[in-house]
């Protein structure tokens, strides 16, 4: 697979006004199984897991659907599993 060209990053804050500190790392990118990743955001579960929710294209690039991955916050580090 070619190297990925969309990546989805993420900043923090101490509260909702800022400032806001860009995170030297990747949330979402493209795999084998999709790629155009996007529009996310985190939904969090009675079970006490969160998920990242967003949408992405299928590998031929002929249909967008949403997926679910479920995250755990270490710090500012945000930890997406497969």
């Not at 955001?41 to 294209?57: K, R």
């Not at 659907?65 to 997406?80: L, M, W």
Request: hydrophobic fraction near 35%; charged fraction near 25%; glycine fraction near 6%.
């Amino acid at each position: 697979m070619e190297k990925p060209i969309y990546y989805v990053h993420y900043t923090t804050a101490d509260k909702i006004t800022g400032p806001y500190h860009e995170i030297n790392d990747t949330l979402l990118w493209q795999t084998e199984e999709m790629r155009g990743t996007g529009h996310s955001l985190f939904l969090p579960q009675v079970s006490g897991d969160t998920l990242v929710v967003f949408h992405a294209w299928d590998i031929q690039m002929k249909k967008r659907k949403p997926h679910a991955k479920r995250v755990s916050f270490q710090g500012d580090t945000i930890v997406v599993f497969e």
